[in-house]
């Protein structure tokens, strides 16, 4: 796929130039239709986050497909990590924050009051930017979660969850004769590998993905890639990150934020080769962000 790169604007609508934001009227999502199949796992309705008196989203509607990648992009500080986090709720953790609109999995609110949040953890994982495997060895990490979840009956069920879930993360080959070393002695790709097989252990419907490849070098970041590919044919995955390289590499669907705003969105290929509205292709092509 080319990235910056647009093709006959005679056959497309114009783009569109509305926004909102202080001061600003008509701000509108532009929205290209999915025609991959994949029904939407995750619905957000309306949601705004505020930090004190500060808006940093505005009223974030899109739907995130099963099975399936979806990237969020944009300029630093545009606001998609913070949706990413609203996801499973990590905004929670920040004092101050206020989150409004709704979020859905399958159907059920994220933010019903009576949701166990752990449990809601468990159901939707996370990996971060920076690998952050416990202070621990590598199968205690994998099998924390497990554990504390009580996923486990005995000791043989806990060494078959540690051993699948490292085997799908694609490091097990890798760590199967040392599983009682330290998780923080592996190089940086393993630990994110690690933290990955961390996710999958307790047994996600969706993994989050806040910029997993951005601390590591080009050799690890395709590894990671390559994982990400193989795991959407089991889980619903949302990645956010600053190469446009990346998101069309990985992904199905692509959502642009800009200022807090979700500008644009559709199936990676429309966003990347022909997007309708102007600040997209602005962005694409380098002129902002």
């Not at 974030?60 to 709720?89: M, Q, W, Y």
């Not at 994998?142 to 486990?152: Q, T």
């Not at 692509?254 to 600040?279: D, S």
Request: negative net charge; charged residues 25%.
């Amino acid at each position: 796929m080319t990235i910056g790169t647009t093709m006959d604007r005679s056959a497309t609508p114009p783009m569109n130039q509305t926004s909102t934001a202080t001061g600003e009227t008509g701000y509108q999502t532009v929205r290209t239709p999915d025609d991959t199949g994949h029904p939407a796992r995750l619905k957000a309705q309306d949601v705004s986050v505020f930090y004190g008196d500060k808006q940093a989203l505005f009223d974030v509607s899109i739907d995130i497909p099963e099975k399936a990648v979806s990237a969020f992009i944009g300029p630093s500080g545009c606001g998609k990590s913070t949706f990413l986090r609203c996801i499973n709720r990590m905004n929670d953790t920040i004092e101050g924050c206020r989150v409004t609109g709704k979020v859905a999995l399958d159907g059920d609110n994220l933010y019903d009051p009576s949701l166990d949040v752990v449990e809601l953890r468990a159901r939707i994982g996370m990996v971060f930017q920076k690998p952050n495997p416990f202070p621990k060895s590598i199968f205690e990490n994998v099998a924390y979660g497990p554990r504390i979840h009580g996923l486990a009956r005995n000791k043989s069920d806990l060494e078959e969850i540690v051993v699948t879930s490292l085997q799908k993360a694609g490091l097990f080959e890798e760590v199967k004769d040392r599983l009682h070393s330290p998780g923080t002695g592996l190089s940086g790709g393993q630990q994110q590998r690690l933290c990955i097989a961390r996710a999958i252990a307790v047994g996600p419907e969706v993994i989050l993905m806040d910029e997993p490849c951005s601390a590591l070098d080009p050799i690890a970041t395709a590894i990671i890639e390559e994982l990400i590919d193989e795991l959407r044919t089991n889980y619903t995955i949302v990645i956010v990150t600053h190469s446009m390289q990346q998101a069309a590499r990985v992904s199905q669907k692509t959502a642009f934020f800009h200022l807090g705003k979700l500008i644009e969105e559709g199936p990676t290929e429309a966003i990347f080769t022909n997007p309708r509205e102007k600040r997209t292709q602005d962005y694409i092509t380098g002129r902002i962000g």
